[in-house]
């Protein structure tokens, strides 16, 4: 029992880091030149999965 409350932490903690990259790539992003704010459905969409990428790349990285 308690080892799968360690490893339910051990994964709550691991995806809060991956929420705060996500929230500081977001904020960098609307910092960055190329942000503007009436961005379509599309584009965000595309800004997302790059995004996300750019997370799974630096992920298998380290």
Do not use: G
């Not at 360690?6 to 996500?22: A, D, N, P, S």
């Amino acid at each position: 029992m308690r080892k799968i409350n360690k490893m339910k932490f051990h994964q709550t903690r691991i995806r809060e880091r991956e929420r705060q990259l996500v929230l500081k790539k977001i904020q960098a992003f609307k910092e960055s030149p190329d942000y503007k704010p009436d961005f379509t459905e599309e584009e965000l969409k595309e800004i997302h999965a790059r995004i996300l990428a750019d997370l799974k790349l630096t992920a298998k990285a380290s």
